[in-house]
């Protein structure tokens, strides 16, 4: 059993949760919660037409001193110096990010240099800041990413195609306002890819985890979830009892996931998209399964539990057969969802590959794979099986 050797670990989790449909409209009263009364909004087009920004901007009211809505996939450093210049120039004492993943990270990114000033290179790496930044508020419009309660900033360098991380308990949301309306809206693509990415929070973040029981538990019971409930949501997006739930799951697997480690199925998905634009959470489905196969004899006890919390009758099986029909089902579920399963589907060219395969070597998330990655032909060979 995993457990059964000593262990030491810091747990945390210092954001906020609230739930509940609607709970939006007390994004204001959040606000003042945090001692704040200048909120400045940060989204997307994408948002903005969907009418969510709208929604908050009035739950803000008077407290509202801006908004800036040019946050795109893959937030980039200009983006987040250009958003943060004009929050300091508004006078903002609150950030509040509307949208995905890239734009809760932007906010944490922008809280940084709206505190304490500089340009954002300042601040790549990890435990670079000595305090609190700029209080912010998270609101997300999609149930994947996590990105309300994780530490970790994830910002595209343009002119350097990769994606660079910031981390630290200090750009961590102080309040992550759950309300799954805001996910009703959104495509059966996009709610499938990003479910994904929180199954893959899920997985990952059991196989390689100071803090395992701590951690084991939560990424199991998201699994659970994610197995019930997001077929229902991309089946049916109207479902709010399947939204809710899915919602929670993503940001149970955030709070794992920021209490673990990358391993290389994010690595993999980091670099897809730093360098062909892969979508986050697609990069991840697709390679998931074929991680956990390259990954079997070394995290074979983990993927026996993850086995189980799917449903998979694993009576009788080794854990490295209830790995392998993990991740067997994970490959169905995928297919059963409508998400691409190749990487030539997702716009990685296959005279790619080889600089796919050397630039993950770089990637920060490599070295906490379970399995040692010895060098990129290994990745290669993986990379093979997936295009
Ligand atoms: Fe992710």
Redesign the pocket.
Known sequence: MAYERDLEFIYSNPTKITYREKCVEDAGVEVSELGCSKAFLVTDQGVVEAGLAERVQKALGAKLVGTFDECCQDSGYHIVEKAAEIARENGADCLVSVGG?SVIDTVKAMSQLVKSGGKLADYEGAQILTEPQTPQVAIPTNA???AEVTNVA?IKDWDRHLKQFFVSPYIAPNVAILDPTLTAGLPPMLTAITGM??L??AVEGMVDAPAEPLVDGLCLHAIRLIMKNLPVCVENGDDMLARGQQMLAATIAGIA?SNSQ?GLV?TI?HTAGGLFGVP??LG?SIMLPHVMMFNLEDAADKYAMIAEAMGIDVRGMSDMEAGEAAANAIMEFTKKLGVPQKLSEAGVPEDGLEQLAEQAMSDGTIIYNPRIVMDSSEVMELLKKAW
Do not use: E, S
């Open positions: 993943g994947g990413t996590g994830v990415d929180a893959t929070h996931f990358a994010h998905a986050h959470g991840n």
